[in-house]
């Protein structure tokens, strides 16, 4: 019997997920138990904002993340993201992000 190939929102994911940065920004918001926005994801990985804002918007647009909920921050919105549930479905991509902290530990 042929294996099942993966699904377009599947194929998004996994392409999103084959930049580094993106693999870190997904372990950086799995590692949280609320939600999290680029600003303070920029501080946790020491990366420039507009890179790190670059790769979340990849991210949501892969339906990897999805937008929480917005604040307003002087004049501005701050943006805050969760793991989507489209993304929790596939224990996949949970595992293959997971395996190096499990492997270090």
Known sequence: MPEELPSESETAMLKALSHETRRRIMRAILGKDEV???????EALGQRLSGISYHVRVLA???AITLDHTEPVRGSSEHFYRPSEAFKG???ASDMLLAPAKAAA
């Open 36 to 42: 999290i926005s680029p600003r303070e994801l920029s």
């Open 90 to 92: 596939l224990n996949w």
């Open 61 to 63: 647009a892969a339906n």
